[in-house]
């Protein structure tokens, strides 16, 4: 029986599908506009990680993880570059894939753009306007009315009194009230735009995801994830948009149109969440180029989700000799053929029980630990061969054990070679020759060559 904590209802709740037959869980993916860091490493392990026990315990499921590919981010980027919206992306959307294929992370069933959705967020809008929920502005923006739903702030716990109270001056005078969030916002000049009953213009963020989620799943779905800092206020104003739209007549104040809410917990870097506004973050190239892929995602995994994740080298480091260790026992006791049921014997009971308590990562490597050790000491092939088939549910020891513990060695550059290939990456990129410049950077790191680019040149040190 699977309990899944609820950030809606703040506690653990059984999980009961709205259809057992069509599990839906949506997912807020990437703003590809850059490589993804660690932050989103986590985001992309965490939720494979819930799909594949979902599917582990039965239930049919359908994955959503969306793609924004239009937002103030990716057009400012791609002005820098002086390249095109649609290339700038299809590099970074073809770079995400590649992060995350070497993660292990399976694939999402549907991985829907924004830019593919522009008439659906369209008719949300004119759907929220007609409910009251959302007004047009003289300046070609439209509104949400924040005050018209009375839920908003239930998932976040904030009041509106208590959003007022910290309110910043506003300098919107278009808003009729400080709190009201942008759905469309009018055309500016050299932007993208596409033509709507407002003017030409373009969507605001958040209303991409609701109207997302209800083209592919309809009204209400089973699960709705995503990274903490999500939560407020982009899930916020996803609830207000989807319920606004759809719910217009409720005015209580538990409302949502997804029965769980599941968040990350954030990785720190010196106890300050991992991000690129604080400039500390690692892109997942740069951890790559010095950790093998399953490390970086045994290190995810072994902390519970909702927890916040210290990154360092040590930590990494002591992750990569705690999987060694695993694989080593594979090594030394090849596995023999076993078939994974719940009540198979003690370690599948428990693996199954820390599981099924919120998806509990943390109880669940200790019984892989067990189950080494016991392997270790019995030398039987039956439990070396039910030690792979449980990780293998985590997506973790899915290498043969002779080409793991070979994987760190690699041959080395000269300090020569490196120079001269950074020489022609500056050049690639002088040329706006992105693809190479990406081409060379991902070369260097498959030797180890971590880059740091700054205003004085490049940096490079050996992973």
């Given at each position: 029986m699977l309990k899944i904590y609820n950030t809606l209802t703040r506690q653990k709740e059984i999980f009961t599908p709205i259809d057992a037959k069509n599990v839906r869980m949506y997912v807020c993916g990437m703003t590809v506009y850059d490589y993804c860091h660690l932050g989103h490493a986590r985001v992309l392990v965490v939720f494979d990680m819930v799909a594949r026990w979902l599917r582990q315990s039965g239930y049919p499921l359908t994955y959503v993880r969306n793609i924004t590919d239009i937002d103030d981010k990716i057009i400012k980027r791609a002005n820098e570059n002086g390249e095109s919206i649609q290339a700038l992306t299809a590099r970074f959307i073809a770079a995400m894939n590649e992060d995350s294929d070497a993660l292990g992370v399976q694939r999402p069933d549907v991985e829907p753009k924004a830019t593919e959705h522009i008439a659906q967020m369209i008719a949300m809008i004119e759907r929220l306007i007609a409910n009251g929920k959302a007004y047009a502005a003289e300046n070609g923006d439209v509104y949400y009315a924040?005050?018209?739903?009375?839920?908003?702030?239930?998932?976040?716990?904030?009041?509106?009194?208590?959003?007022?109270?910290?309110?910043?001056?506003?300098?919107?005078?278009?808003?009729?009230?400080?709190?009201?969030?942008?759905?469309?916002?009018?055309?500016?000049?050299?932007?993208?735009?596409?033509?709507?009953?407002?003017?030409?213009?373009?969507?605001?963020?958040?209303?991409?995801?609701?109207?997302?989620?209800?083209?592919?799943?309809?009204?209400?779905?089973?699960?709705?994830?995503?990274?903490?800092?999500?939560?407020?206020?982009?899930?916020?104003?996803?609830?207000?948009?989807?319920?606004?739209?759809?719910?217009?007549?409720?005015?209580?104040?538990?409302?949502?149109?997804?029965?769980?809410?599941?968040?990350?917990?954030?990785?720190?870097?010196?106890?300050?969440?991992?991000?690129?506004?604080?400039?500390?973050?690692?892109?997942?190239?740069?951890?790559?180029?010095?950790?093998?892929?399953?490390?970086?995602?045994?290190?995810?995994?072994?902390?519970?989700?909702?927890?916040?994740?210290?990154?360092?080298?040590?930590?990494?480091?002591?992750?990569?000799?705690?999987?060694?260790?695993?694989?080593?026992?594979?090594?030394?006791?090849?596995?023999?053929?076993?078939?994974?049921?719940?009540?198979?014997?003690?370690?599948?009971?428990?693996?199954?029980?820390?599981?099924?308590?919120?998806?509990?990562?943390?109880?669940?490597?200790?019984?892989?630990?067990?189950?080494?050790?016991?392997?270790?000491?019995?030398?039987?092939?039956?439990?070396?061969?039910?030690?792979?088939?449980?990780?293998?549910?985590?997506?973790?020891?899915?290498?043969?054990?002779?080409?793991?513990?070979?994987?760190?060695h690699q041959d080395g550059l000269s300090n020569e070679e490196i120079e001269n290939l950074i020489a022609q990456r500056q050049t690639a990129r002088a040329e706006k020759n992105w693809a190479e410049s990406d081409r060379i950077r991902d070369l260097l790191a498959k030797h180890n060559i971590v880059l740091r680019d700054g205003s004085d040149g490049t940096i490079w040190t050996r992973g």
């Open positions: 924040v005050r018209e739903f009375a839920a908003y702030g239930q998932l976040s716990g904030k009041s509106l009194d208590d959003l007022r109270a910290g309110e910043r001056v506003e300098v919107d005078t278009f808003k009729r009230d400080p709190l009201d969030f942008v759905l469309w916002k009018a055309a500016k000049p050299e932007e993208p735009s596409w033509q709507s009953p407002w003017g030409n213009g373009r969507p605001g963020w958040h209303i991409e995801c609701s109207a997302m989620g209800h083209e592919l799943f309809g009204e209400t779905f089973d699960i709705h994830g995503g990274g903490a800092d999500l939560q407020f206020p982009h899930h916020e104003n996803e609830i207000a948009q989807s319920c606004g739209a759809h719910h217009c007549d409720c005015q209580n104040e538990t409302q949502s149109h997804v029965k769980y809410w599941l968040h990350n917990g954030f990785i720190r870097v010196d106890n300050e969440k991992m991000s690129k506004s604080l400039g500390n973050f690692f892109t997942i190239r740069e951890v790559l180029a010095k950790y093998h892929p399953e490390v970086v995602r045994f290190f995810i995994l072994r902390a519970h989700y909702r927890s916040p994740l210290n990154y360092s080298d040590a930590h990494l480091d002591d992750a990569k000799n705690a999987l060694t260790r695993l694989y080593n026992t594979l090594h030394n006791i090849p596995p023999s053929d076993f078939v994974l049921t719940e009540q198979a014997n003690d370690y599948t009971r428990r693996f199954f029980a820390a599981m099924n308590d919120d998806f509990g990562t943390v109880e669940a490597m200790a019984v892989l630990f067990e189950l080494a050790n016991e392997t270790n000491k019995t030398q039987s092939t039956e439990l070396s061969g039910c030690l792979k088939v449980l990780a293998g549910v985590l997506g973790l020891l899915q290498m043969t054990p002779q080409d793991f513990l070979q994987s760190g």
